[in-house]
């Protein structure tokens, strides 16, 4: 459903707040992984004792930020470690240090819910 509009906004509202632009790679892993917010959101609310379907709108969403807040500080980070060795790119260009940057920082922001939600168990 979000796909490649979820990055490209997220991109461009981190954009207008530093006047940086990210060069952010996108790949089929990436729209794979977003693709499986609703699973994620699913199992997260399996650890509900029963279900409501008002409960399971509010972990999809939980998920979905927890992703946007992530990916956010991800490229927020760019900025100190995206600049290029090379002095013909322009120094407003931020790259991705390695080769699935992004789809790490996905992956840490499907991963945050669970974490928090074992830490509050404890």
Known sequence: MFGINLIVDSINLI???????????????????????????????????????SEL??????????????FG???????YIGRSPNPLFPEYLLIEPFDFYSTMLI??????PFLALKLIKK
Do not use: W
């Open 57 to 70: 709108l509010l972990d999809l969403l939980t998920v979905l930020f927890c992703v946007l807040i992530i």
């Open 73 to 79: 500080i991800g490229l927020y980070f760019l900025i």
């Open 107 to 112: 992956g840490i922001g499907i991963a945050t």
């Open 15 to 53: 954009q207008k707040m530093t006047g940086y632009h990210f060069g952010i790679s996108t790949n089929t892993l990436d729209y794979l992984t977003f693709a499986s917010i609703p699973v994620f959101g699913m199992l997260y609310n399996s650890t509900r004792a029963e279900f409501k379907k």
